[in-house]
T-cell receptor, first 114, second 116 residues
Framework: KNQVEQSPQSLIILEGKNCTLQ??????????LRWYKQDTGRGPVSLTI?????NTKSNGRYTATLDADTKQSSLHITASQLSDSASYIC?????????????FGTGTKLQVIP | DAGVIQSPRHEVTEMGQEVTLRCKPI?????LFWYRQTMMRGLELLIY????????DSGMPEDRFSAKMPNASFSTLKIQPSEPRDSAVYFC??????????????FGPGTRLTVL
């Protein structure tokens, strides 16, 4: 069964600190992996999209890594800001029946405090 | 561009009533997705349209749920009859899907549904 597991479930860090969120998946065959940021009361917004051949991709203070061999991804946030407080969702796409199916993780809820 | 537009933003209804949620995708996008999000289950894909045709509706919970996309600029998700367990936030997203697969999805603001 295709699954995406994220850890930790929730995290509280001080403003200015770094943090790393984890995503492990069992989705196969793998197509691509995406990280989304969802602010409270809003829809998710894409941060990065990574294909099989990409190991690292950055978007400002966000850096995503992918290890397709171990089926793990991480999202590293550098110099956190209060506005980083949100849920971060890992999404993995796989090819099934000629089109791409989506499997969502349950998210990591990050709170950045002053 | 206004982004993905959903209406209503909030809906409160009584059990047994029909509920219709509406979505206008981003102009030029050819794929449309309906999602449901709850605290317990997170985000779940309900149905996915490509070029107005339903491709995958395996996530639709049961026959009480139906979705249509009569044209490239409009889609509806209908629940009839509604039940309290349908209470959730329903998101619509659209993307431009090419031969390489679905592109980046842009989500609407969601409709918060409460069924009493």
């Amino acid at each position: 069964k295709n699954q995406v597991e994220q850890s930790p479930q929730s995290l509280i860090i001080l403003e200015g600190k770094n943090c790393t969120l984890q995503c492990n998946y069992t989705v196969s065959p793998f197509s691509n992996l995406r990280w989304y940021k969802q602010d409270t009361g809003r829809g998710p917004v894409s941060l990065t999209i990574m294909t099989f051949s990409e190991n690292t991709k950055s978007n400002g203070r966000y850096t995503a890594t992918l290890d397709a061999d171990t089926k793990q991804s991480s999202l590293h946030i550098t110099a956190s800001q209060l506005s980083d407080s949100a849920s971060y969702i890992c999404v993995v796409l796989n090819l099934s029946g000629g089109y791409q199916k989506v499997t969502f993780g349950t998210g990591t809820k990050l709170q950045v405090i002053p | 561009d206004a982004g993905v537009i959903q209406s209503p933003r909030h809906e409160v209804t009584e059990m047994g009533q029909e509920v219709t949620l509406r979505c206008k995708p981003i102009s030029g996008h050819n794929s449309l997705f309906w999602y449901r999000q709850t605290m317990m289950r997170g985000l779940e894909l309900l149905i996915y349209f490509n070029n107005n045709v339903p491709i995958d509706d395996s996530g639709m919970p049961e026959d009480r749920f139906s979705a249509k996309m009569p044209n490239a600029s409009f889609s509806t998700l209908k629940i009839q009859p509604s039940e309290p367990r349908d209470s959730a936030v329903y998101f619509c997203a659209s993307s431009l899907s090419l031969a390489g697969g679905p592109g980046e999805q842009f989500f609407g603001p969601g409709t918060r549904l409460t069924v009493l």
